[in-house]
Nanobody, 129 residues
Framework: QVQLAESGGGLVQSGGSLRLSCAAS????????MGWFRQAPGKEREFVAT????????YYADSVKGRFTISRDNAKNTVYLQMNSLKPEDTAVYYC??????????????????????WGQGTQVTVSS
């Protein structure tokens, strides 16, 4: 089992940047495919980005491609989401998830939240216009 804890959220103006972190504890972090998802009020949780176990493969939602970057440091048991050029429509609670899979990950096949067995409590990101 793995425990996840997000941090780094906050209030930022449109065009600004934030860096989210997700610290993991418990079982070996490098065995998990990691993903970031977000949920805006009244909306379903949606995929944002995913990264493979080794960190060499990533996949992004079209809405954030070119603005957000997912990365991980397996030595620190942490996955990051660097968010640049933020827009008001990026406002949401951001969650990190861990997926225990049989392949390396970081692809289109990791975009469904029901594949992720572990979740953090979420961190609020608010972008003002």
């Amino acid at each position: 089992q793995v425990q996840l804890a997000e941090s780094g959220g906050g209030l930022v103006q449109s065009g600004g940047s934030l860096r989210l972190s997700c610290a993991a504890s418990g079982r070996i972090f490098s065995r998990y495919i990691m993903g970031w998802f977000r949920q805006a009020p009244g909306k379903e949780r949606e995929f944002v980005a995913t990264i493979s176990r080794s960190g060499d493969s990533t996949y992004y939602a079209d809405s954030v491609k070119g603005r957000f970057t997912i990365s991980r440091d397996n030595a620190k048991n942490t996955v990051y989401l660097q968010m640049n050029s933020l827009k008001p429509e990026d406002t949401a609670v951001y969650y990190c998830g861990a997926r225990d899979g049989i392949y390396s990950g970081g692809s289109y096949y990791d975009t469904e939240d029901h594949f992720y067995g572990y979740w953090g409590q979420g961190t609020q990101v608010t972008v003002s216009s």
